[in-house]
């Protein structure tokens, strides 16, 4: 397995540990999932609601 491979199933592996947390807390799971980004379902429609 080279460097990449193994870069790539570790952040594969601590984003959906990510997913499982985050849908424990909230009981929202993701929209969307890209290589580095996850997009969550927002009860409003402006993004501004959802920032801390």
């Given at each position: 397995?080279?460097l990449?491979?193994?870069?790539?199933?570790?952040?594969?592996?601590?984003m959906?540990?990510?997913?499982?947390?985050?849908?424990?807390?909230?009981?929202?799971?993701?929209?969307?999932?890209?290589?580095?980004?996850?997009?969550h379902?927002?009860?409003?429609?402006?993004?501004?609601?959802?920032?801390?």
């Amino acid at each position: 397995m080279g460097l990449r491979a193994a870069v790539l199933a570790a952040v594969g592996f601590g984003m959906r540990r990510n997913i499982l947390k985050t849908a424990a807390v909230t009981g929202r799971y993701p929209a969307a999932i890209a290589t580095d980004g996850i997009v969550h379902p927002s009860a409003s429609l402006s993004p501004l609601d959802v920032l801390p």
